[in-house]
């Protein structure tokens, strides 16, 4: 009977992780399904970003409240979990404290890890302050519907759950309390304990030890369906993150060698191809659907932490425009889960369902109101790159459909005859020096 609990807890964390295996196995499919890209290249780059923008939060406390805060409970939330090693060998075991024979030392970690518990705590109740009192505008957009929010709220609602229970874990642990050393903040909430018998602490402690553990094995499989699923995602979607200019397009290969051909005056138009140089020509121009977009561009859907830096900083959303650079994140994502349950449901193949990521979920409108600047790239704290899907998307519309907006048709035609964007022969061109 003495071994029930820690076959209890076993089984507990066998179902909790193999639910978070599934889901992570189920995302990397998802993911996968994008075109391929090379991001072999600049791998000391790479790295760099990783740590200093994902590891270092480079990016993030450059709005210094937000930042912060954000430090703190990231911080706080991974060191804090630490402790979780513990609870597995404890529960697994049959132990109590197992890492209280280091002496001293046990005292300062726990220690430390109380302060970070209040740290996040607080944290906390000011990024639900911002949120639902404040009201910020970036949490407040058209696209931040009931789901996204009620999201937010869960997670800060979560945390502040795993951190009480942890500090009062610690309160009512009768042997950790005498140890007199670890209980810098839990010495606070003991008195709220007093004049308890042993057995009802007892009972406290041991439903706030294994509601931790579970909630954090809730909080694990709950990540897959939440924004914070950048919690995982940051570090390889910032590795593989772009690394070239920010204002250099990714040009199509067989594009660029028709254009060279066409340019190059020993080249004969008419003549076969050399036996294998053939430019093949991709299947479709762009991408009207998440199928294809490339992997990296559907791995950072999956990271958008949905914080609207990006929109906020968008000049087109900023001046009335429909675009919001978050919303073509999440358009994305949604676009990208609803293709993943189709293929689950029809046995690992996909059937078509007339829907598509343009026009039913990103419109032309949105596509068209971009001014390619990167303000949202620049903005992104996990290195997303929304302009890369509107571009390619854009792509699709003047390659694939000719559905370009008349101004820009216009354009290309000018260019095409004249040489230049306006309506004027060449041969006019200086006509102004004369005026």
């Not at 609870?87 to 109590?96: A, C, E, P, S, V």
């Not at 945390?159 to 810098?184: H, K, R």
Request: one cysteine or more; glycine letters at 6%; proline letters at 4%.
């Amino acid at each position: 009977m003495n071994f029930i609990p820690n076959i209890v807890f076993a089984i507990a964390l066998i179902i909790g992780i193999g639910y978070f295996a599934r889901n992570v196995k189920k995302l990397i499919r998802n993911i996968k399904l994008g075109r391929g890209k090379d991001v072999s290249d600049n791998k000391s780059q790479r790295w760099k970003n990783m740590t200093m923008i994902a590891l270092g939060q480079s990016k993030m406390v450059k709005r210094p409240i937000a930042g912060i805060l954000h430090v703190v409970v990231y911080v706080g939330f991974v060191i804090i979990n630490i402790e979780v090693l513990e609870i597995i060998i404890d529960g697994l075991f049959g132990t109590h404290r197992i890492f209280s024979s280091i002496g001293p030392l046990y005292g300062v970690l726990i220690g430390s890890f109380e302060i970070l518990a209040a740290l996040v705590f607080v944290s906390v109740i000011i990024f639900w302050l911002r949120r639902n009192v404040i009201k910020l505008k970036r949490f407040w957009n058209a696209e931040m519907t009931s789901w996204p929010k009620n999201d937010a709220n869960y997670i800060l609602y979560f945390e502040m759950v795993l951190m009480t229970l942890f500090l009062v874990m610690n309160a009512t642990d009768v042997s950790f309390q005498a140890m007199d050393s670890g209980n810098v903040i839990s010495q606070y909430l003991v008195p709220l304990f007093n004049g308890l018998s042993d057995s009802t602490l007892h009972f406290i402690e041991r439903s706030a030890w294994w509601l931790h553990i579970l909630g954090i094995l809730v909080f694990l499989n709950y990540l897959y369906f939440s924004k914070h699923l950048h919690i995982l995602l940051a570090f390889p979607n910032t590795y593989y993150g772009r690394v070239n200019h920010k204002g250099e397009f990714d040009n199509l290969e067989a594009v660029t060698n028709e254009v060279k051909m066409m340019m190059d005056p020993n080249v004969d138009p008419f003549a076969a191809p050399a036996e294998g140089t053939e430019s093949v020509m991709p299947e479709k121009f762009g991408a009207s659907d998440v199928k294809d977009l490339n992997w990296v561009q559907l791995l950072n859907a999956y990271t958008c932490t949905e914080c609207g830096r990006c929109t906020s900083e968008c000049p087109a959303n900023q001046t009335g425009k429909k675009l919001s650079p978050r919303k073509i994140m999440m358009d994305t994502r949604d676009r990208l889960e609803e293709v993943g349950k189709n293929i689950d449901a029809n046995k690992g193949e996909f059937k078509e369902d007339g829907k598509q990521l343009l026009d039913d979920y990103i419109t032309r409108e949105e596509l068209w109101a971009c001014t390619s600047c990167n303000a949202c790239v620049e903005a992104c704290p996990v290195s997303i790159d929304p302009l890369s899907i509107i571009l390619d998307m854009r792509r699709y519309l003047v390659m694939e459909q000719s559905a370009a907006p008349v101004e820009l048709n216009n354009m290309m035609t000018n260019i095409e005859n004249n040489g230049a964007p306006w309506p004027y022969n060449q041969m006019d061109r200086l006509n102004w020096k004369n005026e």
